[in-house]
């Protein structure tokens, strides 16, 4: 008995609650907006909306980003503000990644790419994918939580740290 | 022309309580989503899977009535998405992306609100990889 409680202490070595609040708390903001908008949200669309403000691409002024920029960036911005909040609600500690600058470049290059790609990230096949019970959502994130963890792994073995 | 300004404080609203949600699971620091990808600490699914499950709850229920959303008037309905190519290799680069750096575009946003201006490496990472998709696009069509 006490060994598996030991073995489920090993993979989660800094508890559950926190993971789990947070996770609520996720829901609860897209539940709010279904409910109250009836619109499935998802941030890497996000990334398109914000730049259909500038960019004369054809493909950036299609009528589906032009007409949800201003929730989609508000939404953006509301991301950055609620983190802020938590942050001074909590003691006001900023904290900064010592991940090193290229791994947040090439791979943040990587998730742009891949997110429009396959229409949807963490939050839109993730989570409110998932909670549509939608097949291509759930292929989605079986393969890029796989990958990623393959590729996590490897970046590991040649030994980057952090 | 109401319903717009609306939905644009309601999605504000909801975003507030999602990037709190984000820096209370500790989702903004790639460190942790890199400890999960390592298989250190398997925390991540508790938050992916406590996000997707009250979701399901409500998604699942709202989309079989006949209700509209009150904002908007439009009808509750399911995300869903063609199984096709590009799902594919859209899942295969984000997870090459995802795994090399632990950010994703919710996430990264949610850690520059906690302070993390490194971060803004990869943020611009993201915008310059969803231009050159668009690029890529307009020249495919």
Redesign the interface.
């Known amino acids: 008995m006490s060994q598996i409680l030991n073995d489920i202490l090993t993979v989660f070595p800094n508890g559950i609650e926190h993971y789990l609040l947070g996770g609520i708390a996720i829901g609860v903001g897209v539940i709010l907006i279904y409910v109250l908008t009836g619109t499935i949200v998802g941030a890497s669309t996000g990334l398109e909306t914000i730049i259909s403000y500038r960019s004369k691409i054809k493909w950036f002024q299609q009528e589906g980003f032009v007409s949800s920029r201003m929730w989609r960036t508000a939404f953006t911005v509301g991301i950055i503000t609620g983190a802020f909040i938590y942050t001074i609600i909590s003691g006001g500690n900023l904290w900064v990644t010592e991940v090193q600058w290229w791994r947040l470049l090439f791979g943040g290059i990587l998730v742009g790419i891949g997110t429009r790609l396959g229409k949807g990230c963490t939050s839109g096949h993730g989570i409110c994918g998932l909670a549509s019970v939608s097949t291509a959502s759930l292929i989605n994130v079986v393969i890029f939580v796989g990958v990623a963890i393959v590729v996590a792994h490897a970046i590991e073995i040649i030994g980057v740290v952090p | 022309m109401n319903s717009?300004r609306?939905?644009?404080?309601?999605?504000?609203?909801?975003?507030?309580?999602?990037?709190?949600?984000?820096?209370?699971?500790?989702?903004?620091?790639?460190?942790v989503v890199?400890d999960f990808?390592?298989?250190?600490?398997?925390?991540?699914?508790?938050?992916?899977?406590?996000?997707?499950?009250?979701?399901?709850i409500?998604?699942?229920i709202?989309s079989r009535t006949n209700r509209?959303?009150?904002?908007?008037?439009?009808?509750?309905?399911?995300?869903?998405?063609?199984?096709n190519n590009?799902?594919?290799?859209?899942?295969?680069?984000?997870?090459?992306?995802?795994?090399?750096?632990?950010?994703?575009?919710?996430?990264?946003?949610?850690?520059?609100?906690?302070?993390?201006?490194?971060?803004l490496?990869?943020?611009?990472?993201?915008?310059?990889?969803?231009?050159?998709?668009?690029?890529l696009?307009?020249y495919r069509?």
């Not at chain 2, 609203?13 to 903004?28: D, P, R, V």
């Not at chain 2, 925390?43 to 979701?55: H, K, N, P, Q």
């Not at chain 2, 984000?94 to 919710?106: K, L, T, V």
Request: charged letters at 10%; hydrophobic letters at 50%; aromatic letters at 10%.
């Open positions: 717009e609306n939905t644009v404080v309601v999605t504000f609203i909801g975003g507030i309580i999602f990037g709190i949600g984000l820096a209370i699971s500790k989702m903004t620091h790639p460190e890199l990808l390592q298989l250190d600490d398997l925390g991540l699914l508790f938050v992916l899977g406590g996000a997707a499950s009250v979701s399901l409500v998604f699942q709202a509209v959303a009150p904002i908007t008037g439009k009808k509750y309905s399911l995300r869903e998405r063609e199984i590009d799902l594919i290799f859209g899942g295969v680069i984000f997870g090459i992306g995802w795994g090399i750096s632990g950010i994703c575009p919710g996430a990264a946003f949610a850690s520059l609100g906690i302070g993390n201006y490194v971060i490496w990869g943020i611009i990472g993201m915008f310059l990889g969803a231009y050159g998709h668009g690029i696009k307009e069509d």
